[in-house]
């Protein structure tokens, strides 16, 4: 029920910018955001944001990445600068609405030379 868009290679120290929305009308989101998934590792949260505008990031992103979200459209959109090698993961996106999780079916990022 999410549709996200972007993902790839990129190379280290390069940016990639992804974008999830609903693909059919979702009403009341709270928050929307992504998890990511590397190889022989547990799902981690990489950002969140509500609909009031609180953004929440996991440490070893801060200051790399963004997250924005467009409220009409209910889309997410995650900047990911400065990437690095440990940031090679299947991206999740995913949104809660009425207590209810939301998730994307997920897209592969490489960071690699």
């Known amino acids: 029920q999410l549709q996200a868009s972007g993902g790839g290679l990129v190379q280290p120290g390069g940016s990639l910018g992804l974008s999830c929305a609903p693909s059919e009308t979702v009403f009341s989101i709270n928050t929307m955001g992504w998890y990511r998934q590397a190889p022989g590792s547990q799902r981690e949260l990489v950002a969140g944001i509500t609909n009031g505008g609180a953004v929440n990031y996991a440490e070893s992103v801060k200051g790399r990445f963004t997250i924005s979200r467009d409220d009409v459209g209910n889309t997410v959109y995650p900047q990911m600068h400065n990437v690095k090698p440990e940031d090679t993961a299947n991206y999740y996106c995913?949104?809660?609405?009425?207590?209810?999780?939301?998730w994307g079916q997920g897209t592969q990022v490489t960071v690699s030379n």
């Open positions: 995913y949104a809660v609405a009425n207590s209810v999780a939301y």
